[in-house]
Structure formats: structure tokens, C-alpha cells
């Protein structure tokens, strides 16, 4: 009809500005505030922490150059594993007519008789070593950790749990009567000559010592008045025992661990000397079988030796001192004073 009003078709909303809107607008001010600040405050405990960290670092220069040389280490291994172009000079077991040339910048710990690189293999088996050194280690931290904490809660004579505990401990003595290192060689040479057969070696003799630790420290934990006073406000003992008694034994656990790692390395390439688990030279190079192999040449060309025993000698330093940091950073009256020392040391020198 002519002279009549229509209205104008309307366009299809934009739902995914409508959407964009509403999310915008749903969150209130003060909930966007509060997320600010808790994000924040979260930024500024940890440049605490990892100040405090550097602090204590810096007041024990052994742990500082502990924890430099674990960072290399590690850094190496990886590399060595992922990228071993970066980290190695030669590929491992690359035969040359470089025979028995002392340390040079070609070659910075000398050559072989067959003209083998030494660095490059001493490189090539730091990831086994590093490997098994932490599975070990990690495989016994948890395992006696936990049957260590069981034996040091539940150690009540006359019930079910006191049971348990004479029993685990019983056990744990059994194998710490015999040498561990002994014992390891023996278990090692029955399994036979296999990588696996010599971790499950160390692991056998190594779980009792964790054992012995955990159940020390939850004996002179579980009786403090903050454990009596969950207890008597009915809290159960699984939450006791994982809400208080583990986050105060895990430390001297930690800084054990740490150190234990470098041991493990020492056991591990006694075995794989003695035993000639991976003889060398193999795909896979390792410290042990190296000093086994090269152990005639000591007296006439001392480099293709004191290559793989210094680097044992290096990395269970390294994690003897990061290990020693730890304990200094994790205890807190000694966090406090190393702090203390860090700043007085560092306000001394600011001032000169």
C-alpha cells in the first residue's frame, strides 16, 4: 500500500561481540583486582625466594660453585643426548691416525692408541652415568622414604603397624649388615653382565639407608605439639602424616638425595669396571669401563685415565657441595644467619 511505513529489517546481531562483551562485563572490578594482586604477590615471593636463594649462594661460595658446576653438568648431559654436535668434538669412538697425542686444542684430553678422542667419549658417557646415578638415587628416595615413614608413624608395639615396622626394619638390617659395595658386585656378577642387571644391583642394597633416615626423622617428628594437637582435633592419620610429619622430614631426605647422587656414580662405575658390565669401547661409552680398558697406559700415557676418573671426581664434588647448599638454604635458622652473612657481605663491598 502506497504511502505506508514498513520497518527496516534489523541486521543479525553480533553474537561474538555480544559475547565478548558479556565476558568482559561478567567479571566484577574487585574479582579482576584481587586476581592483579594475587598474581603479584606471587611475582614478588618468588624474586624473594630466588634473591634469598642467590644470597645464601653468595655467602657459601662452595655451593655457589656447586650449584655452577651441577648447571654445566647437566646442561652438558643434555646436550651430549640432544644436540651432541655442540658438545662433542669427534663422534664418540671415531678412530684417527692421531694415536696417543697428549692434550692439545685439537684434542683437550689427548688420544687413544686407535686415535679415539678422550673428551669427546668421557662427554658421550656423562648422560648414563648422570642417568643412572638419579635413578637410583630416586628410585631408593621414594621407596625407603616411604617405607621409612610407615615404620617411624605406625611404631606402636602390640598393634598391627608396630608389626610392620620391626618388619621393615629387620629387613632394612639385614642388608645393611653386608657392605653395600660388596654386595652390589656380588648381585651384579649373579644377574649378569646387562646395565639393568647393575642397577638392580645398587638398588637392592641402596633402599635401606632411606629407610634408616626417614624413620629417624618421623621419630623426633611425630611427637612435636603441632602433630598432638591435629591429632586431638580429630584430623586422620594418613592427613597427619602426609599435611605434617612429611613436609618436615622431606628436607634432611632432599639434601641426602643430592649427595647421594654422586654416590651412586662412584658405586655404579666401580661396578662397571670390576664387572666389565658395557666393555669398552662400545656405542655407548662409560666412565668405569673407560679406566678398566685405558688402566694399562696409566704409566705411559696418563691422560686416557685421569680423563674419566676426574670426571667422577667432578661431578660427585659438584653434587656434594650443591648438596651442602641445600642443606644450609632448607634449614631455617641456617638460611637466616647465611642471609644475614650475605648481606652484611654485600653492604661490606658496596661500602669499599
Sequence with gaps: ?????????????????????????????????????????????????????????????????????????????????????????????QLSTAYHQAPSWAHPLGTDELGRDIYSNVVAALPIDLAIGFSVAGISLVAGGALGLVAGYWDRPGTLGGAVSVTIMRLADIFLSFPSLVLALAIAASIGRTVDGAIVAVLVTWWPYYVRLARGEVLSVKHQPYVMAARAAGVREGRILLRHVLRNVLEPLVVYFTMDVGTVIVVISTIFYVVQVLPYPSATPEWGSMIQYYQSFLSTYPWTVLAPGVAIFVTVLAFSLLGDGLRDILDPRSRRAQAEAGSATLVARAEE
Excluded at 520497518?7 to 561481540?17: C, L, N, Q, T, V
Design 1 to 93: 500500500m502506497a504511502g505506508s511505513w514498513e520497518p527496516a529489517p534489523r541486521s543479525a546481531p553480533d553474537e561474538g561481540a555480544d559475547a565478548r562483551g558479556s565476558s568482559d562485563d561478567a567479571t566484577p572490578p574487585a574479582l579482576r583486582s584481587a586476581r592483579a594482586d594475587a598474581a603479584g604477590a606471587m611475582a614478588s615471593k618468588a624474586r624473594r625466594a630466588v634473591v634469598s636463594f642467590l644470597r645464601i649462594l653468595w655467602a657459601n661460595p662452595l655451593s655457589f660453585v656447586g650449584f655452577v658446576l651441577v648447571v654445566v653438568i647437566a646442561v652438558m648431559a643434555f646436550l651430549a643426548v640432544v644436540a651432541p654436535g655442540l658438545v662433542l668434538l669427534y663422534p664418540p669412538n
